[in-house]
């Protein structure tokens, strides 16, 4: 994906493992939007980074 490299490695390791099923799923919903779904992406990264230290523990055990 062209803006993963920017991302910080436990984040863009765990949604490039997710990548081919989260990219079909919503360009079956959403009929192809690319822009709408590089939107979404940033959108995900921008709250993982938000998110609190205590919460990605909770996810680093699922």
Avoid: I, P, S
Avoid at 2 to 16: C, P
Avoid at 40 to 56: F, I, P, S, V
């Amino acid at each position: 994906m062209k803006h993963t490299a920017q991302w910080e490695k436990e984040f863009a390791d765990r949604f490039e493992a997710r990548f081919d099923e989260l990219k079909w799923l919503y360009c079956e919903v959403y009929n192809n939007d690319m822009q709408a779904f590089y939107w979404l992406t940033g959108a995900m990264y921008e709250y993982y980074q938000k998110r609190r230290t205590a919460l990605k523990k909770l996810d680093r055990q699922r």
